[in-house]
């Protein structure tokens, strides 16, 4: 079976900076694609960013400039270096992972983490 494990987050002042760490953990389970959403009350959840097996990132039009993700070389775990922070970056964050065990395609959430913004 596999999980996620997320860390990080909490509260920071506007020009502040956080930052995320996920990893997968369960035995077997093949990447495709790893990365972080977000939810603030009230909207839809949105990517934030994400990188693939080939290292490939895409980031949320918000966060370009400001939100830097990473990884291990193995893939895992991702981390997420969010830099002058703003209030409006305030919500959950949650991890996402895309991939396969065996043959079987999964898309596996974490249970989020909150990212708190005071201005």
């Known amino acids: 079976q596999v999980h996620l494990v997320e860390s990080g987050g909490g509260s920071a002042q506007a020009g502040g900076s956080l930052s995320l760490s996920c990893e997968v953990s369960?035995?077997?389970?093949?990447?495709?694609?790893m990365g972080w959403y977000r939810q603030a009350p009230g909207k839809q959840r949105e990517l934030v960013a994400q990188v693939t097996a080939g290292g490939s990132t895409d980031y949320g039009d918000s966060v370009k400039g400001r939100f830097t993700i990473s990884r291990d070389y193995a893939g895992n775990p991702v981390y997420l270096q969010m830099n002058n922070l703003k209030p409006e970056d305030t919500a959950v964050y949650l991890c996402?992972?895309?991939?396969?065990?065996?043959?079987?395609?999964?898309?596996?959430w974490g249970q989020g983490t909150q990212v708190t913004v005071s201005s």
């Open positions: 996402n992972v895309r991939g396969y065990s065996g043959t079987i395609s999964s898309d596996i």
């Open positions: 369960g035995s077997a389970f093949r990447i495709v694609a």
